[in-house]
Structures are given as C-alpha cells and as structure tokens.
C-alpha cells in the first residue's frame, strides 16, 4: 500500500533511473504522481466485432492470434499478425516493435485497440491481455505528456499500480459536503470507468485547489494583522493631498484616502491599488510617499523595467519636486542618503530592502517579478506598507474571493481629457489602404505609430503558421514607408541595442517602432498615436487592452488597428467586442466567460502562475469552494489541501 507522502521509488517497477527521469517532471513523490493530470484521454472502450471495422474509428476488438512473423529489413523491423473472431479475420501489422512476437502467443486471444486503414488492415494498435480492469485497451485511457526513454504504457502502468493501491485518505470533505472522496478522485482522474467520474474527479481537485489558495490567503491576512511593527504615519488631514497641476478625479481622491488611513495604523498595510492604463495610480501613490517621507521614513518603490522606473522618476519629479529621490537599478551605486529618501528602481531596488528599511513599499505590476524576488520581503527584519500596482483588469469577484488577504483600491474613473481610443478590426484586404491612412496621419499630426507582434521569429508549427512575426513584419513594414524611420525592438537584443533604440524613440527620431509585447507595460510615449496589433486574436483582450494604452496618453486622439491572423468567426467575434469598449474591467470578465484566464494576466512569460485543476471561468465553482471554505471556518475545523504547489495569490508575504 503506498502513502500520499510516500517517495516514488516505493512504487513497483520506479526504480532510481525512472525516478530520476519522472523527477524531470517534478515528480517526487506518490502524491506528485497521482496530482500529474492526462493531457487527455482516448476512448478505447467501444468494442466491435471484425467484420463492423470502420476505416479510421478508434475501436477495441477481442480476438485470437491465428498467425505472427517478424521481418526485418536492415535496421529496421516489421511485425505482422492474423487474428480473427467469431466474423471473420483481420491482419495486424507493427514497425519496429520486436517484442510484439514475444508478448502474442498463437492460439491466445487478446485485446487490440486501433484504427483499420485505407488497406483494410490495424496499422500499430495496442495489445492487452483479456481482463475485466484493462489498463491500455477497451477503456478510457490516460494520455499523459510525454517523459523522455519512458513509453507510455509503463506510465499507465506505474499509475494503475499506485491507485489500485493507495492508503485509505482520511477525508472529511467527501464526507462533510458530500464530494467525491479522494481514493475515488485519483482512480477516476486516471483510470475513469466514464467521463462523468472523470469531470467529478477534477471539480473535486478544482475545489482542493481553490480551498487551498483561499486558506493561503486566509492566513497571510492574519498574519499581517497580527504583526503590528510598521511605522505608523502621520497625515495632516487638512492637507492630506498636496498642491497639484490638475485635481484629482474623485476615484483617485477616494483611493488616496484609503491608503493615508491604512499608513496610520502599526498594522502593515497590504493594498492592491486597481486602474486603468492611464487612469492615474502613479500619484496616488506619490502622495502616500509624500507623507511617509514628511515622517522622516524611506519609500521603496519597485517597477518591473528600467524604462519604467525612469518614466515614474520624470513623472514623481514633475508632480513633487519637494522629494528627493534616488534612482536605483543594476547599473548606478547605491548610496545610502542621511535625509527621507523615495528609492525608485528595478529589482536593484529589492535587493537593498534591508539596508533602506523602507516605512513604504511600491510595487508597480508587482505580479511582473518571479516568486523568488517578491518572497525577499519576507526575509526583512521589519514589517513595512505594502502598496501593490497594477493596471491588470481583474474582476471584483475573482478579486474578493481568491485574494481576499489584499485590501483593494479601485481607480474605476480615467483623468478629464483622455479620449477614448479608436480601435478598427482590419482585414488583411484593407491593410493597404489602412497604410495610406497612416501615412497621411503621420503628416498631418507627427506622432509615432507602434507595430507589435506576437513572436519575434517566424513558425514553422502548423498552428503558428500564419501568426505574423516582428522581423518578418519589419522586413514588409519598412519598404511601406520610405519616409519614415522603422526601427525593429524585441527581446533578444544586447541590453545595449534595447537601450539605444527607446532612447531614440523618446527623442521622436523614430517613427514606425516594430515590436513585441515588450511594449505592453513600461514604454509611455506621449507621441505615440496609432498602434497596430499583428494577429491579434493571439492576445487575450485584457493583454490588447495593455497594448492599447500605449497610444494616445498626452491626450491626443489615438487609434489602435487590430489586424487577426484568423477568419474563424469566434475571433472576430471577440475582437469585436474589445473594439466596442475601452473599459478594462468589462474585457476581462468577457475574456473569463468565452476564453479563459491563459492571457488575463497577460503574455505567458508575465503571467500569474496558472491554476492546475480549476480556471478563472467556473464562477459556480469557485462560488462553492468559497461557501465550502466559510463553513471549515466557521466550524474551526482544520484542514489541508493535498494540492501541494505554490500559490498563485499575488502577495509581497
């Protein structure tokens, strides 16, 4: 019998080199291997007689071996076999599967699974022995992703072996709210006699998953209200917001009051400050930064970029000249100043935390840095205010129930004089004409126009093979416009190349800027006036969204073409929509609905880490998890999750 905690070695047939090969996989142990989820499964559970074969349908038969031969041809090897039932016989062929003639024995019946062919013949089906509990044939069966020199069959094998024998799992879930106990879950997960079991043993993982992370939550909230060590700051409340250039909109005034009454307390604030692109978070948080440096305390502030971070010093500078700040990222000396001191940066900034012993800490986009870097606050000796950013449209829903350890502010008003952005589905027919468009534009207004694609290199993958890349966008672009200057920026670029072309782009001696998503957070061009989306339909709206708010943000009327790869009609459907709304929030919940959650926290290499068994669209799931999870509480009952793996919830604990 095998234990959740048990290791994968204990497990018949895992020995040291297969456990070392599965471990590439982070597959360590019992309960890692019955929580490795199939890709999918095949049905191979509809028998049929011979003589019934449809050429192409996946059917299980069950028939005696009357003929085998093995024949080889250099290297190479070819098995064949006659079966037959009671209807007729059929011939079997394989490819360099010599030990097919050792497993069939003449006389013998078994069972095969596999597809007959253009020749009438079972090209490669699988072989079974006859059982009533079968493992690869005449059943649903696990497909799992694949683990280099392990085949398949032996995967099923060693998960067969543990389901069939795991301990008893104490479970009070199944027996409290009546779900489907977990020794049940796993055999149905892997091995289900329907699809219904299989749908059943996912929700209950689903709500594993999800009662896990709101328990994670749960107690990182109690811990930051139980270590009252921040400083507490004193706000003026007849000057509690400074002079300004402009007034402030009444979300960023209600927002700003939210923060100067958490930063009075010794309890360590943990806000999540929620706007638009351009909405105005950055002085919101410049005045609760004012304020804790008039209490004679360092602010760090943390953005993702280095362009970023100089945007926000220009910005800061501007707004409140009476601060005095330091940048700090991997390329200046750090230096620690004797008077208040606002420490702007990138991850440098992080990494000085505890010689700075910030009163106040600023992430912008804190979702943006690894796991490693945001657990560093952790680390620190003192508790400050934690002040988290972001212009991600996540829904209020998602929001209150699965981080309900952050405090949340919500700028849901965009500052007077922002226009909305035009935004135009284009088919590849007018792209053409768009390009006379834009031209004209260009001489009439100046500004710059921003071109951003999905890859950076063209795909030779059949479901990529139509996506436009940025270099070979450049190369089409560029001829286009012979009175421009086209640039080209992704990722792979030396620092140094990065560096010379953003400078050039904000010194306007750049007109065309062909690009990545590098631009969808951290490049803020007051020129910029148009931005085209190369196959668009590869984002999720809420990463359009962020893209969109490139354009247009000294207030200009900007406009932002989206030119799909695609003509299904769900695509433009989607599209569609997002050209109808500039309101971020609403994307995302339309993205949650007919999507999923894959681009909601935008590219895959920014993103939130992604769930494992539930997703962000089962709002009747999470619904239950989360009345599932009042009631433990209410209760007092312990309890943990066997999803072991690390927290999605974006928190600086």
């Not at 209807?87 to 010599?98: H, R, T, Y």
């Given at each position: 019998?095998y234990?959740?905690?048990g290791?994968?070695?204990n ?37 049929k ?32 076999a ?21 497993a069939?024995v ?93 749908i ?15 328990q ?26 400074p ?7 009444s ?39 004012l ?40 390329k ?18 992080i ?22 870097q ?14 988290t ?10 929001m ?52 951003v ?21 450049f ?5 286009q ?13 030396t ?22 998503p ?22 999720g ?22 030119f ?14 997002f050209?109808?709304t ?12 007919n ?27 999470i ?31």
């Open positions: 019998m234990s959740l905690s290791k994968i070695t497990a018949t047939g895992i020995g040291p080199s297969v456990s070392d090969k599965l471990a590439l996989k982070n597959i360590h142990t019992i309960q890692d291997l019955l929580l490795w989820v199939p890709l999918r499964y095949e049905d191979r559970s509809e028998q007689l011979i003589m019934d074969l449809v050429k192409d349908e996946l059917v299980t038969i069950q028939a005696e071996v009357t003929a085998i031969s093995n024949q080889y041809k250099g290297r190479r090897s070819m098995q064949r006659t079966v037959r039932d009671s209807s007729g016989p059929l011939k079997l062929i394989w490819f360099n599967a010599p030990f097919i003639k050792d069939l003449k006389g013998q019946s078994y069972f095969f699974s596999g597809k007959l062919n253009n020749r009438g013949m079972m090209t490669q089906p699988k072989v079974e022995k006859i059982s009533n509990d079968t493992t690869h044939t005449n059943r649903l069966v696990p497909i799992y992703s694949s683990v280099p020199e392990i085949k398949a069959g032996n995967l099923r094998r060693y998960l067969k072996e543990v389901t069939q024998h795991l301990d008893p799992i104490s479970d009070l879930l199944a027996t409290e709210f009546d779900l489907l106990p977990l020794n049940e879950t796993f055999k149905h997960l892997h091995f289900p006699d329907d699809q219904e079991l299989t059943k043993a996912r929700e209950r993982l689903a709500i594993e998953e999800l009662l896990g992370l709101m994670h939550s749960a107690e990182i909230k109690q811990q930051w209200k139980d270590n009252a060590s921040a400083h507490l700051v004193t706000v003026d409340k007849e000057n509690s917001i002079d300004l250039p402009f007034t402030l909109t979300a960023q005034q209600r927002s700003t009051r939210e923060l100067l009454v958490d930063i009075q307390s010794t309890t360590p604030m943990n806000r999540l400050l929620l706007g638009d692109v351009g909405s105005g978070k950055t002085v919101v948080a410049g005045i609760a930064t304020h804790t440096l008039n209490n004679n305390h360092h602010v760090a502030f943390i953005a993702p970029t280095q362009i970023l971070a100089e945007q926000h010093l220009e910005t800061l500078s501007k707004l409140f000249p009476q601060i005095n700040i330091q940048l700090l990222t991997a200046t000396k750090f230096s620690l100043a004797e008077k208040p001191t606002l420490y702007l940066g990138t991850h440098a900034v990494n000085k935390l505890q010689q700075i012993k910030p009163a106040l800490v600023i992430y912008d986009e804190q979702h943006r840095f690894g796991v490693e945001r657990s560093e606050i952790s680390k620190l000796t003192f508790r400050p205010h934690i002040l950013m972001s212009a991600t449209p996540i829904p209020r829903s998602l209150l129930t699965i981080f309900s350890h952050l405090e949340l502010s919500v700028i849901d008003e965009m500052p007077a004089g922002r226009k909305p952005i035009k935004t135009w589905l284009a088919s590849e027919k007018k792209r053409a004409g768009s390009y006379d468009w834009i031209k004209k534009k260009l001489r009439e207004s100046g500004g710059q126009v921003l071109v694609c999905p890859f950076i290199e063209h795909s030779e993958h059949e479901a990529f093979a139509n996506v436009k890349s940025a270099t070979e966008t190369a089409e672009i560029k001829p416009f012979p009175d421009q200057k086209v640039e080209l920026l992704h990722g792979r670029l620092s140094d190349q990065k560096d010379k072309i953003t400078k050039r782009l904000f010194d306007q001696k750049i007109d065309i800027l062909v690009t990545t590098i631009v969808e957070v951290g490049i803020d061009l007051p020129a910029a006036l148009i931005i085209i989306i190369e196959s668009a339909e590869r984002f709206l809420a990463s359009l969204h962020q893209l969109r708010g490139r354009v247009g943000r000294a207030g200009q009327q900007a406009y932002c073409l989206l799909p790869s695609s003509k299904s009609p769900t695509i433009s459907q989607r599209l569609d929509v050209t109808k500039n309101d971020g929030i609403k994307l995302a919940e339309f993205d949650l609905q999507r999923g959650a894959g681009d909601l926290f935008g590219t895959n290499q920014h993103g939130f880490d992604q769930l494992q068994f539930s997703n962000w669209t089962n709002i009747e799931l619904t239950k998890a989360k009345q599932i999870f009042d009631e433990l509480k209410s209760s007092q009952i312990t309890w943990k999750s066997v999803i072991s793996r690390q927290s999605t919830t974006p928190t600086a604990n």
